[in-house]
Every structure is written in C-alpha cells, then in structure tokens.
T-cell receptor, first 112, second 115 residues
Framework: GENVEQHPSTLSVQEGDSAVIKCTYS??????FPWYKQELGKGPQLIID?????GEKKDQRIAVTLNKTAKHFSLHITETQPEDSAVYFC???????????FGRGTSLIVHP | DSGVTQTPKHLITATGQRVTLRCSPR?????VYWYQQSLDQGLQFLIQ???????AKGNILERFSAQQFPDLHSELNLSSLELGDSALYFC??????????????FGPGTRLTVL
C-alpha cells in the first residue's frame, strides 16, 4: 500500500515569512494529492489539491508542486499570517483506491 | 463550513460501553468515510460506504461497525469500549466513488473520551 512521509512535524515562522512543507509517497500509481488544514477543534479542510498530470498549482498565497519522478510534493505558503497557524496534512491516493493515505501532519506556528 | 455534520460533538463514556456516532454528508454526496484521529496514530481510515453499501475497509476493529441509511446519513457504532478508543472520529463525504480524484470533505468531528 501507499506510504506518505511528511516533514517537518513542526514549523515555526515569523509573520510575513514563507513556509514549506514537504511530503514523499511510495506508490508511483498515486495520481491525486490533496492538502488539508486542520484548525484547533475542527475537522480537516481541503485547501488545495493537485493531479498527477500537473506540476504546480497556485491559489493566492498557497501553491503546491509535484515531482512525479522523485515522488514528492510540497506545500508553499507565502506571506504567512497568524491565521495560517494550524496543522497541515498531505495525502496521496492511487488510481485504483478510493482512500487517500495521509501524512502525520505538520504543526505550523506563525508568530506575529 | 464543509456541509458535513456530525453529532454529538463530545461524548464521554465508560469502558465496556457502546456508543453511536452520527454523520450527515453534504447534500448530494453518495460516499461517506469514517476516520479515527489520535495523537500517536494520526488520521486513520476506518471504513467507507457508497450509496448504502460498504465499499472499502481500513483499520477498523471488529468491535466497531458502521452503516449508511437510505437517506445517506451514516452511523459508526463502537462497542466494548476501551481506554485506547479515546480519539477524534471524523466523517467525510464525497460525491462519488471509484474516481481517485474525488475530493473528500470532512465534518467537525466527534471527540470520544472513554474513562
């Protein structure tokens, strides 16, 4: 089955800095990579996703890049704000599965 | 707000007891997924239902069971509860199944505490 590694487990940045979270996956058949943000006391919320036929996708201050050859994908947040503080999860899903495999999460702390 | 609702928000019970968690998917979504989130295990997939039928099974204990009703809401039943079952339980829904790019939308979760 799929295995997703996520790093770092904790990331502390100053407001206005950029933050990068990296994930690697094991199954080359994976073709869908969503990112979720989980705020304290809430469920994970989809913030951006990327399909395997795309190398990069942007949505305002967030972007995701995918390197299929190296089997890794990254989340980039620019101009971080205190409200970006949350736990971020990456996930990978192979074409034949309905179920994504999640990384262990990254706790992002943005200091004002 | 994802459109997925879960009740109750919090549940405190004793070891050996049985509880039922309820989930209503987003309007029109046919698939429901249940996940368990604990500090040491992360987000673990338990089971998926599609239009009333079980479609995929993950790391679900035999003491746990689920079902999806004709109105598409789902219930997760946890029995003979143990201290280690204390966790957040999330329900997610998606429009279809069989499509690997279907987005899952998560509910706010039920926090279960077993004393």
């Amino acid at each position: 089955g799929e295995n997703v590694e996520q790093h770092p487990s904790t990331l502390s940045v100053q407001e206005g800095d950029s933050a990068v979270i990296k994930c690697t996956y094991s199954d080359s058949a994976s073709n869908y990579f969503p990112w979720y943000k989980q705020e304290l006391g809430k469920g994970p919320q989809l913030i951006i996703d990327i399909r395997s036929n795309v190398g990069e996708k942007k949505d305002q201050r967030i972007a995701v890049t995918l390197n299929k050859t190296a089997k890794h994908f990254s989340l980039h947040i620019t101009e971080t704000q205190p409200e970006d503080s949350a736990v971020y999860f990456c996930a990978a899903r192979e074409g034949g599965s309905y179920i994504p495999t999640f990384g262990r999460g990254t706790s992002l702390i943005v200091h004002p | 707000d994802s459109g997925v609702t879960q009740t109750p928000k919090h549940l405190i019970t004793a070891t050996g007891q049985r509880v039922t968690l309820r989930c209503s998917p987003r309007s029109g979504d046919l698939s429901v997924y249940w996940y368990q989130q604990s500090l040491d295990q992360g987000l673990q997939f338990l089971i998926q239902y599609y239009n009333g039928e079980e479609r995929a099974k993950g790391n679900i204990l035999e003491r746990f069971s689920a079902q999806q009703f004709p109105d598409l809401h789902s219930e997760l039943n946890l029995s003979s509860l143990e201290l280690g079952d204390s966790a957040l339980y999330f329900c997610a829904s998606s429009a279809r199944t069989g499509y690997s790019t279907d987005t899952q939308y998560f509910g706010p979760g039920t926090r279960l505490t077993v004393l």
